[in-house]
Each structure stands twice: as C-alpha cells, then as structure tokens.
C-alpha cells in the first residue's frame, strides 16, 4: 500500500502538517501488549504509517512469552507476519486481560521468527541499522537498563519516544500529577532511560491520557471490514469485561489510547507543543521537573483542536491501511 496510501494519507490530513523527516524511519516496538489494550492500537497505527518501517517487536514485563503470542497473532491478522519479534524482560504477575484473545495461538510457527533474547535482538537491530534508530517504548521499561548495561554505545545510534510520566496533570485530566503506571511499575527503567543521554521525547498523561474515540469517528471503524480493524476490535471486546479499571462501551467507544500518540510523535511531533525540561524519576513513580534530572522533550499540551485532529488522523490511518 506504501506510496499510494501515502499520497492519499497527505491529501485527507492536511490539519496535521507534515514535518522534514525522510520515511521510512526504523523503528524497534518494546511493549507490556496485553495489559491495557492501547498497545494493540499503537501497533496498529505503526502498521498503518508509511513512515515508519517496523523491524522488531519486544516485549517486555510480566509473562512477555504470552505477550509476544499476542503481538505474533495481531500481526499475523494484520497481514506483518514479516516482523520479527523478541522475548523481553519478564517479571511480576501481572494480569494480561487480552490474553484470552491469543489462546491456542502456535508462537513457535509465526512466519516472522521468534527471538528468544529480545534485547540482544534490539542491540543487534540498532547496532545494524543505517540510520538511527527510533524505539518506541510503551510500557514499563526493563528491556532499556539491560540493553545499556550490555551496549551503553547504543545510545549513539537512537533515539527513544516513550508514553511515560506525568508532568503537571495527572490521569483523566486531573489537575495534579500522577505516579504514572509505566514509571511506577519499573521505575529502575525509567531512571535509565530517562537519564541514559539519549535524545527522549515523551508522550506522558498530560496530553496521551486524553485520547479516546467516540461517537462517529468510533462507528467508522466499527463498520470496517478491514482485516486489521476487525482483529482490534474484536481483542478489545474480549479484552474489555476483563480489565480491572474502569469500564467502557466496546460498540461505541474506545478506552483511553494513551500509546496511540507516542507512536505518531515519532514522525509528528508537531501534534502537540513540546517542552524541553529536566525530569527525575522519583523511587515512587513521580517524573518531577528539577534541576539535575535528565534532559527530556515533553508533550505537554495540544494545540488548538489538536486532540480533535490527532483522533481524525488516527481513525484515517487505521482505515486506509492495507
């Protein structure tokens, strides 16, 4: 679909200018998939943008076998079962409420091969690349210190875009910020990447904690019988009744697609209005600005109807794709 969809892509977004950037840029995707359905959105929308060329997929976090069989079955259903994919850092019980979704599932057989050591994988993805690499992190992050434990040069060859943290609001939209559950749940990762050096833009809750698709835009993706869209929404359905936080209608809303927007800050980070600051990452969880923290980007907060024009983009995304 590349140049085709791209062209078309440019003439239906005009609300979201395009940036400087040369496509594809290579990306590696380390995720707690399985969690929270927002993983499975932001991999989609990575599928679905041309400027973006997936080489590898790590999981991270938890049980990151079955998570990896969730990430191999989604892209199996989404026609990218040419995408590698690496067994991060496991750790902790952690529920995966998706999981039921990819039972019965054969990892062993998925067409884009299975690396047992993820995060040599991703050192070895980085090391080999042409360009610099762009690691798109959207859960807790403890793929990150053992890869710069293992290969602190890899700093030099990428660059991280991370949903994470919680500078001044908090989650749905209050006021004070919070311990933020990527930070809170592997805050050694955090601490690493955050302070690794490495060029690092965030995606925290300021603006990622605000993205939900409703009414239209919602039923326009309800009504697609686009391969990719209908494994999505049939993941969340299965997913939904079984997370532990809130509850939402599957048949005309979206949950909160907090990784959603990491993923298009990689290629547009003109969506929202982006502040360098210093952050810390507290032994609780908290990213607080000050003064001897790491030097951070930060998507703080979105332009006029901004919100409103990521959304449309991202529901077009998802729909073009083939």
Not at 58 to 80: H, M, N, P, Q, Y
Not at 151 to 174: K, L
Not at 284 to 302: E, K, P
Request: hydrophobic residues 45%; negative net charge; contains cysteine.
């Amino acid at each position: 679909m590349r140049a085709a969809a791209l062209s078309f892509l440019i003439l239906t977004s005009l609300t979201i200018p395009l940036t400087s950037q040369e496509w594809p840029i290579p990306v590696i995707y380390d995720t707690d998939i399985g969690t929270d359905i927002d993983d499975t959105w932001a991999l989609a929308l990575i599928l679905a943008s041309p400027e973006l060329d997936l080489k590898l997929v790590v999981t991270d976090s938890g049980d990151t076998r079955e998570r990896a069989r969730i990430a191999a079955k989604f892209l199996e259903a989404s026609g990218r079962d040419d995408v590698p994919i690496g067994i991060g850092v496991p750790g902790g019980d952690i529920p995966l409420p998706q999981g039921p979704w990819a039972e019965g599932y054969d990892l062993a057989g998925y067409a884009g091969g299975l690396h047992e050591d993820g995060v040599g994988a991703m050192i070895e993805a980085i090391r080999s690349s042409p360009e610099p690499m762009t690691l798109i992190v959207v859960g807790p992050a403890p793929n990150i210190p053992e890869a710069l434990r293992r290969d602190p040069s890899i700093v030099e060859s990428a660059r991280v875009v991370a949903m994470s943290g919680s500078v001044d609001r908090g989650y749905v939209g209050a006021e004070e910020p919070a311990a933020e559950y990527n930070v809170r749940a592997a805050v050694v990762g955090s601490q690493a990447m955050y302070g690794a050096g490495w060029d690092i833009l965030i995606a925290p809750l300021d603006t990622a904690g605000q993205v939900q698709l409703r009414g239209e835009l919602y039923q326009r993706l309800v009504a697609s019988e686009q391969p990719m869209v209908k494994a999505l929404l049939e993941s969340y359905r299965i997913w939904e009744p079984r997370f532990r936080f809130g509850r939402h209608d599957t048949e005309s809303e979206s949950s909160v697609l907090y990784d959603a927007l990491a993923v298009a800050l990689a290629y547009r980070p003109e969506l929202c209005a982006i502040e360098e600051l210093r952050l810390e990452v507290t032994a609780d969880g908290f990213t607080r600005r000050a003064a001897d923290g790491g030097s951070v980007r930060a998507a703080l907060s979105w332009p006029q109807e901004g919100r409103a024009a990521f959304e449309r983009f991202l529901v077009d995304r998802l729909l073009a794709f083939r």
